[in-house]
């Protein structure tokens, strides 16, 4: 998957620029405020997501204007594409000519992972952020996952307005089952499938963080169960998952809460067998999180033998130069946008293309 040719017009603070990035690393530069991220965050729009950092689209229009274009020619399913976004009132979507109804069926067509300070949350932040990354990685890849998840909560917030009901009304104590089967059975399958995605991505965030770190240090993930349920099959995380379930009524019906399953759940990330979260540098915080997101794009390209573009934002800053050599010349054989801004980061890049933002406007150097 590569960009081509991007058009942007009216989008935050570019009034109109072009761009026409290589197929390997392109390095965005420039003074701070000059719209570099907003750059990377025009080409992110293309996946069809929110925005990256902000949940509203009016936010994305050009103060002096009505309406933000971008047009972007790319390189997908061994063809040449195009698409077009326009953004106003809502969304408007045309992929090679054909209108979109909907801005979800543009959703796997243009594949990228993006990195910003933003997702340094997934190291720094509590366990909610690691799920949510989790739960997107695995639906990204499997739909029906999303179901699933949904459908689990929903089972959740059932059981938990039971648990209230019970205290005024406790013949309502036996339909506890019902809910507690429903959710036996959605979890069995949320655990198994966070155990398989996890272990999947393991492979590639080991790799790619021995690499950053010159070999010096480990990093290891895994999938942390706050109240632990085992099985080999799917039957048998069931089984387990409702005995779980059941044991936990008597603490349960005091705090109306279901204290059990998947959405108590972590990943657990360590650096040389400490948890990066409470011991972790700076630079190594930065190191794990973007072996998480790298790793993701690693694990679609194996499952689906597309590679998604890689949107690097910020992610050189309070890295040495060893680690910064090794995002700007060993991310082989996939088109990335990095952008920083100290142009001396970039004396070290060996192949690619740079360029400079100023002013909204970028310019091939
Ligand atoms: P830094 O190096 O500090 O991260 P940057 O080059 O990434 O800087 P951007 O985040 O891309 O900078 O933002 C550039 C400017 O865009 C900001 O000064 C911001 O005020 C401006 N901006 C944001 N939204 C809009 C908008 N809708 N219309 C016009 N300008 C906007
Ligand atoms: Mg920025």
Redesign the pocket.
Known sequence: MNVKHLEVKN???IERTTIDPCDGVNIIY??????????L?SIWMFTGCRSFRSSKDS??????SKTANLSMDFFARDRDQNAYLEIGEGRKFILNGVKMKSSNQIMGEFLAVIFSPVHLSLVKEGPYERRRFLDIAISQLKPKYAVTLSQYNKAIAQRNVLLKDIQLHSELYDTLDIWEDRIAFFASEIIRQRLGYINKLSFYTDEIYSGLSSGKEKLDISYNQQTVVVGDTKHELYENMKNQLYQSRKLDLVTGFTSVGPHRDDLSIKIDRLPARNYGSQGQQRSAALSLKLGEAAVIKNFSDVQPVALL??VMSELDTGRQNYILNHIKDWQVFI?C?DPAAVKNLKYGMKLE?KD?ICKKK
Not at 30 to 39: P, S, V, Y
Not at 59 to 64: A, H, M, Q, T, Y
């Open positions: 989008f935050r603070n420039g003074e701070n405020a000059q719209g570099k991220t907003n750059l965050e936010e994305l229009i050009n103060f002096n934002d910020d952008t801004c933002m909204g």
